[in-house]
């Protein structure tokens, strides 16, 4: 019996202490509200103006992203037969960059079942899978920029020149999305 009421406080303390942080929501209509946030596994959050404010739930159909814990986390609708994901949008300019929160590779270099792959050896810090979105059109980019994804920066010959003498690498995806938003508006 001590075992089941020792089990059953455990629970109730996780369930009534859900992790909320302060945070901003982005509703569809352009508006926001600032408040706390805990993620739900659906998908959604639940939020609360303050600490004893009412919870009220939310999804992709409501919000188009929110502020959480140091992140902006947005919904994007990346594949058209799938509802939208939820991206953490790391670089916003004329080229947004965003990731999936779940490493495609972890520390070890082991692949993540979820994106399926190949070992590629020791790695020294997580590799996340990355998308862009360009002229309003969502391009999955995986865990480097290809050969393929190269004819979407022509317009930066700057840009393109460095990443054939290899300034940068095809795996810096910031360091290239950055150059191609602070300095490529300007070339002709």
Same mark, same amino acid.
């Given at each position: ?31 926001? @509200? ?26 992709? @159909? ?12 947005? $919904?994007?609708?990346? $594949?058209?037969?799938? #509802?939208?994901?939820?991206? !953490? ?9 965003? !990731?999936?929160?779940? #490493?495609? $590779? !972890?520390?070890?270099?082991?692949? !993540? ?26 391009? #999955? ?13 022509? @317009?930066? #010959? ?20 950055? $150059? ?7 070339? @002709?």
């Amino acid at each position: 019996m001590k075992k089941l009421l020792f089990l059953f406080s455990i629970l109730s303390f996780t369930i009534t202490y859900a992790q909320y942080a302060p945070g901003n929501i982005f509703f569809n209509d352009g508006t926001f @509200s600032k408040g706390l946030i805990t993620m739900t596994d659906e998908g959604g959050i639940k939020f609360k103006k303050a600490k004893d404010s009412t919870v009220i739930y939310y999804d992709h @159909s409501e919000i188009e992203g929110f502020d959480y814990k140091g992140k902006r986390l947005k $919904y994007v609708k990346v $594949y058209s037969d799938e #509802p939208p994901r939820l991206l !953490n949008e790391k670089i916003k300019g004329k080229i947004t960059l965003y !990731n999936d929160d779940v #490493p495609a $590779y !972890n520390f070890l270099g082991t692949p !993540n079942t979820a994106f399926g792959g190949q070992p590629i050896g020791s790695i020294e810090v997580d590799l996340f899978y990355h998308f862009i979105k360009m002229d309003g059109e969502i391009i #999955p980019i995986g865990i480097r920029i290809k050969k393929k994804h190269l004819e979407l920066f022509n @317009s930066c #010959p700057s840009l393109i020149q460095k990443i054939e003498t290899k300034e940068f690498k095809r795996k810096h995806i910031y360091d290239i999305i950055s $150059y191609y938003n602070e300095h490529c508006g300007q070339e @002709s």
